[in-house]
């Protein structure tokens, strides 16, 4: 069994920056990814990126390429979010997950989420 714990969301401006942070417990060897969602009222949950367990490789979604940074911490076993030049459609919330297999894109392929940690950015 897996737990994770998100926190860091808040409200900001067109323009601003958040951190994102999930702490991971468990049984963590199972999970080889580690990646954040984001779900708007009315969309699917997507993709925004995702990072190999040992932190080498990462998969960023074009949306937030070149905006948003995953990194891992693995002394701390944290998966940190960094946002930079929020836009008014990142506003969501946000959840860190787990899955067995490096890269895995789809929610269904996630068996362990987080509750969520909302992220608002006003124009």
């Known amino acids: 069994q897996v737990h994770l714990v998100e926190s860091g969301g808040g409200s900001v401006p067109a323009g601003g920056s958040l951190r994102l942070f999930c702490v991971a417990s468990?049984?963590?060897?199972?999970?080889?990814?580690f990646g954040w969602f984001r779900q708007a009222p009315g969309n699917e949950r997507e993709l925004v990126a995702s990072i190999y367990k040992s932190g080498g490789a990462t998969y960023h979604a074009d949306s937030v390429k070149g905006r948003f940074t995953i990194s891992r911490d693995n002394a701390k076993n944290a998966i940190n979010l960094q946002m930079n030049n929020l836009k008014p459609e990142d506003t969501a919330m946000y959840y860190c997950a787990a899955a067995p297999s490096f890269p895995s894109y789809a929610p269904e392929h996630y068996n362990y989420w987080g509750q969520g940690t909302q992220v608002s950015v006003s124009s």
């Open positions: 468990g049984d963590l060897s199972g999970s080889n990814c």
